[in-house]
């Protein structure tokens, strides 16, 4: 039989193996913690979406499911999100935080984003920054050879995952997408990194799945004993640390075909970005896509 006519197996990659579900669910899976139940499915359009359709029809609080390959995952304003199977983490978790007023649940995909980098910098071992209010990029050392006379950047800014949050039941569905073992010639479009990459210590996949869940049951038990207050919890503080954005001159495309320039300079207690424009105003933003105009080296990410 050659390789061509041999039937699709899970283990086609013996880099990248599947994910062991009796495994995940012995460690995440305890009494009185976040983690309710864990599921695997082999492929699905997205997890986003299968989630919240259960989450519709009643789902209890803490539930995960996990892709090993997701061939219509979507990021914020629609776009797409594609990687070979069991190439990166493409997974999704129903939070209800019902004791919470709703206009603080805006912090959930921001807590995400500090959950997700607090755990791959433990179990990876690789610096995740956040571009506001959910990208989570990575820096990608550049070749030697590549380099232009006298250029001295370490690295390359690259995006490496996303969130997406999506109110569903009476809760929410939090999906993360994070290319993990995905090589140079796989990547989608020029500005994508993965921990690969990036240099990672560990690229398991388990590995790092434990290590990100755990933080963020961590960030949002914080959360909540808090009632929700992003400052009191040290959320505030903590995603502030770790915003790639702030400092940064940035152009924020808005809603209704409105685009605002500035420098980004705060978080504030709703979790918008305040940007400091040209005629002195400090203006937030609250929804939008954020363009780095200063990246690493001058770049635009």
């Given amino acids: 039989m050659t390789p061509s006519d041999a039937p699709h197996s899970r283990w086609s990659d013996l880099d990248r193996p599947p994910l062991n579900v009796p495994a995940l669910r012995r460690g995440l899976l305890r009494p009185g913690g976040l983690w309710t139940s864990l599921d ?44 070979p199977a069991r190439s990166g ?12 007023p709703v206009r603080q649940w805006s912090w959930l995909p921001l807590l995400a984003g500090v959950a997700t980098a607090t755990g791959l910098a433990r179990a990876a071992g690789v610096d995740t920054a956040l571009k506001w209010p959910n990208d ?9 050879d590549k380099l232009r006379p006298g250029e001295t950047r ?84 903590a995603y502030a640390a770790g915003c790639a954005t702030l400092g940064r001159a940035v152009r924020a495309q808005l809603p209704g ?20 424009t040209d005629d002195g105003l400090q203006e937030p933003v609250s929804a939008g896509d954020i363009v780095h105009l200063r990246g690493l080296g001058g770049g635009l990410t």
């Avoid at 989570?136 to 030697?144: A, E």
Wanted: hydrophobic letters at 45%.
């Fill in 257 to 276: 075909n409105r685009t605002l320039t500035g420098e980004a300079v705060a978080i504030d207690s709703d979790g918008r970005l305040i940007l400091s």
């Fill in 136 to 144: 989570l990029l990575v820096t990608i050392p550049r070749d030697s």
């Fill in 89 to 100: 983490l493409f997974f999704s978790v129903f939070l209800a935080p019902g004791d919470i």
């Fill in 154 to 237: 370490l690295g390359e800014e690259r995006k490496a995952g996303g969130i997406l949050a999506e109110r569903a039941g009476d809760g929410v569905v939090v999906g993360i997408g994070l290319n993990v073992s995905l090589r140079a010639d796989e990547l989608p479009v020029p500005t994508a990194g993965s921990l690969a990459l990036a240099g990672a210590v560990s690229t398991d996949r388990e590995t790092l799945l434990r290590g990100v869940l755990r933080s963020l049951e961590h960030w949002y038990v914080q959360w909540r004993a808090a009632d929700g207050d992003a400052a009191a919890s040290g959320l505030q503080e």
């Fill in 40 to 83: 695997v499915v082999e492929t699905t359009g997205s997890t986003n979406s299968d989630l919240a359709r259960r989450a519709a029809q009643g789902l209890a609080e803490g539930a995960v499911l996990i892709a090993e390959e997701q061939t219509a995952g979507r990021g914020r304003l629609d776009r797409t999100w594609t990687a």
